[in-house]
C-alpha cells in the first residue's frame, strides 16, 4: 500500500520545495503543482518525492492522527518519511 504523507514546505527553490514532517526533512518536487501558487508554510501531500495536492493545516493534523493511531497498533511501530 502506499501513502501520501503531508509535508510542510519550508522553502522554495523553483519547482523544488524543502519540506519537513515530523522530523524528517525531504527535497520534494512540485512540478505536478505548477499551476497552484505554492509558498513557505503550505502543506502538501508527498508521494515518491513528488507533492501530489495541496492541503490545509488541519487536513495534515488529521491525516497524522490515523497514520499515529495506525502506528500505535502495530507495536508501537514508526512511519518513516
Partial sequence: MCL???MQ???????????TAKGAEREVN??????E??????YVVVHLG?????MSEEEA????EIY????????GGRLEV
Fill in 30 to 35: 512540485l512540478f505536478m503543482l505548477q499551476d
Fill in 68 to 75: 499515529d493511531a495506525i502506528l500505535a497498533a502495530q507495536d
Fill in 4 to 6: 501520501g504523507i503531508p
Fill in 37 to 42: 501558487t505554492i509558498g513557505v508554510g503550505d
Fill in 61 to 64: 493534523a488529521a491525516a497524522w
Fill in 9 to 19: 514546505i519550508q522553502s522554495v527553490d523553483g519547482f523544488v520545495a524543502r519540506c
Fill in 50 to 54: 513528488h507533492a501530489i495536492s495541496r
